[in-house]
């Protein structure tokens, strides 16, 4: 391809990320942005839980893309969201399969929380907010990616109920930096260790777990900068014309058959709340 045909189709397909908005919370971009999932599969690991408890509570559901996806939920099943465009979208297609939709106001992110506020004994803070849900009224807790209170999802959970969450490290954009030749800002520390921390000042014991690296793929620049736009915390700097001789460079990089991907990292956790 010559180096005008290259320049049209760069500045089309930036063209193209600018104009697609996101419905819901489906980031595949129509099959352009695929995921190579971690180690273990979290799909599965929920079922399992969910086949042995009467309900279930889903934190951040997103537009109820994945919960709605489960080869198995409990008869009682609510979810929370916390971004109200995504409510209605979880709304209309939970609904069908029996699933109350909570809209919520959503936790600041775990790695900002302050040292020990989550412990049940403390006041509640503006920043951690209180579920809208009575005392003990789940058995089960699932939460993938979700900022969350630990004191309150233990509040909620029944004596013997469990807590199983996947998160997002700190670290995950590292990658992401690299690729913009962009400096990675401090930031708090989220981790298994942090989390781990956070539950069990809470009254958890965590039982199970495990760190992994998820690898993002993006199929062409399009993707690329439609991703960040849509999901600003990964690169809160990010923007189509302040990073556009990246974008450039990036993009010859693909043309030339290089692929462009960024690993992520994750962790998973599962907690008891003792009976």
Same mark, same amino acid.
């Given at each position: 391809m010559?180096?005008?045909?290259t320049?049209?189709?760069?500045?089309?397909?930036?063209?193209?990320?600018?104009?697609s908005?996101?419905?819901?919370?489906?980031?595949?971009?129509?099959?352009?942005?695929?995921?190579?999932?971690p180690?273990?599969?979290?799909?599965?690991?929920?079922e399992?839980?969910?086949?042995?408890s009467?309900?279930?509570l889903?934190?951040?559901?997103?537009?109820?893309?994945?919960?709605?996806?489960?080869?198995?939920?409990?008869?009682?099943?609510?979810?929370?969201?916390?971004?109200a465009?995504?409510?209605?979208v979880?709304?209309?297609?939970?609904?069908?399969?029996?699933?109350?939709?909570?809209?919520?106001?959503?936790?600041?992110?775990?790695?900002?929380?302050?040292?020990?506020?989550?412990q049940?004994?403390l006041?509640?803070?503006?920043?951690?907010?209180?579920?809208?849900?009575?005392?003990?009224?789940f058995?089960?807790?699932?939460?993938?990616?979700?900022?969350?209170?630990?004191?309150?999802?233990?509040?909620?959970?029944?004596?013997?109920?469990?807590?199983?969450?996947?998160?997002?490290?700190?670290?995950?954009?590292?990658?992401?930096?690299a690729?913009?030749?962009?400096?990675?800002?401090?930031?708090?520390?989220?981790?298994?260790?942090?989390?781990?921390?956070? *539950?069990?000042?809470?009254?958890?014991?965590?039982?199970?777990?495990?760190e992994?690296?998820e690898l993002?793929?993006?199929?062409?620049?399009?993707?690329?900068?439609?991703?960040?736009?849509?999901v600003?915390?990964?690169?809160?700097?990010?923007?189509?014309?302040?990073?556009?001789p990246a974008?450039?460079?990036?993009?010859?990089?693909?043309?030339?058959?290089?692929?462009?991907?960024m690993?992520?990292?994750?962790?998973? *956790?599962s907690?008891?709340?003792p009976?």
């Amino acid at each position: 391809m010559n180096a005008g045909a290259t320049q049209g189709r760069f500045d089309e397909l930036l063209q193209q990320a600018q104009a697609s908005p996101l419905v819901g919370w489906d980031l595949s971009f129509g099959g352009r942005v695929t995921t190579t999932p971690p180690p273990w599969n979290f799909e599965r690991i929920v079922e399992a839980h969910a086949r042995r408890s009467p309900d279930m509570l889903d934190l951040g559901t997103g537009g109820g893309e994945w919960l709605g996806r489960l080869a198995f939920r409990p008869p009682r099943t609510v979810a929370t969201e916390g971004w109200a465009p995504n409510v209605t979208v979880a709304r209309e297609r939970l609904a069908p399969l029996g699933v109350e939709v909570v809209e919520v106001e959503g936790a600041d992110d775990n790695a900002s929380q302050r040292d020990g506020a989550e412990q049940a004994h403390l006041p509640r803070l503006p920043h951690l907010p209180h579920l809208p849900f009575a005392d003990a009224s789940f058995h089960l807790v699932v939460d993938r990616h979700e900022s969350f209170v630990p004191s309150e999802v233990h509040r909620i959970l029944a004596p013997g109920g469990r807590f199983v969450t996947q998160q997002v490290a700190s670290d995950f954009n590292a990658d992401c930096y690299a690729l913009l030749g962009l400096p990675m800002p401090a930031q708090p520390r989220w981790q298994r260790d942090t989390a781990v921390a956070q *539950l069990e000042r809470a009254g958890f014991a965590v039982e199970d777990g495990a760190e992994g690296t998820e690898l993002i793929a993006f199929a062409d620049i399009g993707a690329f900068a439609w991703y960040l736009q849509q999901v600003p915390y990964v690169c809160p700097e990010f923007g189509i014309d302040a990073c556009r001789p990246a974008l450039e460079r990036l993009h010859r990089r693909i043309e030339g058959g290089e692929p462009l991907a960024m690993r992520q990292k994750l962790f998973w *956790l599962s907690a008891l709340r003792p009976a």
